[in-house]
């Protein structure tokens, strides 16, 4: 590659990172889609898993309840009897996600003066006057029980609606600096408001698609600072005055002078971590009918007082016609008053979800680092090379965020990183494709009849493993014999001899390249192989072990077929036999011979105690023996020590095993086997 095409590839893939990091800090709308797309995908993937117990439960206003008890709105005195019942049974909260806003049209009072000016009801209109209201008697029922009802945040409503039962301690800048904002607010009718415990903001602030995916858990209203309906009743439920509010300046959070925004919110033992704007990530879990109790049967009373007892009870319309309806990441249509619930619940079971205020910081260098070290390595080393990082990079990023999401619940964006790394590898790719190509078809067939597919991929992707010379590693090699060859090709023509010899290694071979060893060579009526090389596989002896016990399978097959042919045609078959020598040791494993043509082999002692050990078959009365050190390596395998054997060209005897199977063998019971036959002490060579 020329000093001019590297200089135009390092101008694009510039031109191409500055335009990714600069798209990513302007984070237009399109980008903001991929990343909380992303995001859902794993909500979708692993939704957090409900408490089995369901410690808030939705007292809905439902279908059933609307055929059992009339059509909406209800009398505030049907009201009073669902909140004075749920306080009864024992509940730690009743949170209604209901706007009481007007005076209830069938009080006394309105009841009278609905009646006109007929003087002949005016003893009765004067008699339903001096009735308490029934909001009045809605009122009298919140009176000592743990109540919250709700406040929104809309510009038409009021600008002053009083300020939140709930105090706020502040550690750093100004929350309401950070938080939603509204003008204005509607509230409930002041006597209720006066009457509840509590009051929460139920906004919700979805995003541009109509998708909830984070509940504001402060917002201000009319300057007035409220928490969110959850909030809320959780602060109630925990008898608790203050919210704490952790912000940039206060104790322990960093900002460098900035003012960053919330870092968190304390109720009572429970700390939530927010974003800067106070807004929790929501994490719902699948909705689950065991959540919900219709209301009809709070007032009928056919209600299980277990299932309120000391749970957090939350009020709300669940049928489709009273439009209460969100969409989240997990279903299209889930009712509000749920999205309320299992944001409590994922407040009392901690399991949060946190975009990092670092996070963006982070995807930015991830772009930059590993874009450049594409673009670097495209004009290096190769299109390939270049791809195998990026992709690798890719990979990298996805599963680093899942895990983060996995198991710590932070949020990073896979989706923007991911698709920059791509736009730099095809930006500056192009010129060299057809090169990185050739590489890759010079890979596979320089290899492709030496090792099993597997291993060619692997060599594909990392042909830096590719070493002229050797390198020193761990192998287990494997030598393959026939007997009695001389015999066999004796009474056979050539042409005959041939087909008979790639009809014995023909299945021979694809059980070795099936358990992933590497041929070596074939030396007339043997061959030679080994594993792990050249790629690392730490199960080498075992599957070395198991291939040689199938191969002898492959040979007693081999054996049935060809007497099956004798007898048909009245001839005479002399089975065939095979030994099998198995070691393992370190040897030199790399390109043997020169430049121009060369063969990749191992060599060193190893090797020859291999072929030693296959000679040693013939003596030792087994069809596979194998070293000690292999015996270690596949100790739970059914070996039987032979004893040992003075090997030829060597002084120091060698202790031998034979391989009888492989560890299923160990688990049945045996029968008693013939001993090993062992000649002496030393079983001598040939």
């Known amino acids: 590659m020329t000093t001019r095409a590297m200089s135009i590839e390092t101008i694009v893939a510039s031109l191409l990172m500055l335009f990714c990091v600069a798209l990513r800090i302007a984070d237009p709308a399109a980008v903001a889609r991929l990343r909380t797309s992303a995001f859902d995908s794993f909500v979708q993937a692993l939704p957090r898993v409900a408490d089995s117990t369901f410690p808030v439960r939705v007292v809905a206003i439902d279908e059933a ?160 600072l409220y928490p969110s309906l959850a909030l809320e009743t959780l602060r109630v439920a925990e008898t608790q005055s203050t919210i704490f509010v952790k912000s940039s300046g206060g104790s322990g959070v960093s900002a460098f002078g900035q003012s960053t925004g919330i870092e968190s919110l304390r109720v009572g033992s429970a700390i939530v971590p927010t974003d800067a704007q106070g807004e929790m990530w929501l994490r719902p879990a699948p909705s689950d009918p065991r959540r919900t109790i219709s209301a009809h049967r709070i007032l009928d009373g056919s209600f299980d007082r277990a299932d309120i007892s000391g749970r957090y009870i939350m009020i709300g319309a669940t049928a489709a016609g009273l439009l209460d309806l969100r969409a989240t990441a997990l279903s299209p249509s889930v009712p509000g008053v749920e999205i309320h619930a299992q944001a409590l619940e994922q407040i009392l079971a901690a399991d949060y979800l946190l975009r990092p205020a670092y996070a963006t910081g982070l995807e930015i260098i991830f772009i930059v680092l590993f874009g450049g070290w594409v673009a670097w390595l495209i004009g290096r080393s190769g299109a390939l090379r270049a791809a195998i990082v990026g992709a690798s990079a890719i990979v990298a990023v996805i599963a680093v965020s899942w895990f983060a999401y996995a198991r710590a619940g932070l949020l990073f964006d896979p989706v923007y990183p991911a698709l920059s790394l791509a736009v730099l590898y095809l930006g500056t790719s192009l010129t060299t494709y057809v090169r990185s190509e050739a590489d890759r078809a010079r890979i596979r067939s320089a290899f492709s009849h030496y090792l099993a597919p597997s291993l060619v991929a692997d060599l594909v992707r990392n042909h830096d493993k590719l070493k002229l010379g050797g390198e020193t590693r761990t192998v287990t090699l494997l030598f393959a014999d026939v007997r009695g060859f001389s015999r066999i090709s004796e009474r056979m023509a050539a042409e005959d001899l041939i087909r008979f010899v790639n009809r014995l290694f023909t299945p021979l071979t694809e059980t070795i390249l099936r358990n992933g060893g590497t041929i070596d060579k074939f030396m007339g009526d043997a061959v030679m192989a080994f594993w792990n090389a050249p790629t690392d596989d730490p199960d080498h002896a075992r599957k070395a072990c198991r291939t040689a016990l199938q191969m002898l399978d492959d040979v007693a097959q081999l054996n049935a077929d060809l007497m099956a042919e004798a007898e048909t045609l009245g001839a005479v078959h002399e089975p065939i036999r095979i030994g099998i020598g198995i070691n393992t040791g370190a040897c030199v494993v790399g390109n043997v011979g020169s430049p121009e043509r060369f063969d990749y082999s191992v060599l060193g002692d190893v090797v020859n105690v291999a072929a030693r050990f296959e000679e040693a078959t013939k003596t030792a009365g087994a069809d596979i023996i194998i070293g000690e050190a292999t015996a270690v390596a596949v100790a739970e395998f059914d070996i039987q020590d032979a004893g040992t054997v003075t090997l030829r060209s060597k002084d120091r005897p060698e202790k031998i095993f034979a391989l009888l199977g492989d560890e299923s063998s160990v688990r049945i019971c045996k029968i008693a086997r013939e001993p090993i036959n062992q000649r002496g002490s030393d079983i001598p060579s040939e």
Not at 72 to 91: F, I, Y
Not at 130 to 137: E, I, M, V, Y
Not at 186 to 205: D, H, P
């Open 65 to 224: 309840s609307l055929a059992a008890i009339g059509q909406w709105p209800w009398p505030r005195t049907r009201l009073a009897e669902l909140a004075r019942t749920l306080a009864n049974a024992g509940a730690r909260s009743v949170t209604f996600d209901i706007m009481l806003v007007e005076p209830d049209r069938l009080s006394p009072g309105e009841l009278a003066h609905s009646l006109g000016s007929d003087e002949s009801l005016r003893p009765l209109m004067s008699e339903l006057a001096k009735l308490p209201s029934n909001d009045t008697r809605l009122a009298a029922a919140f009176g000592g029980a743990p109540v919250i009802l709700g406040v929104v945040g809309d510009a038409s409503g009021l600008r002053d609606i009083g300020k939140s039962p709930a105090s706020f301690s502040f550690a750093g800048d100004d929350p309401l600096r950070f938080v939603p904002a509204f003008e204005a607010g509607i509230t409930n009718l002041a006597e209720l408001s006066r009457a509840a415990t509590g009051i929460g903001a139920v906004n919700w602030l979805p995003t541009e698609d109509q998708i909830v995916r984070r509940a504001p858990l402060l917002v201000s209203i009319a300057g007035q």
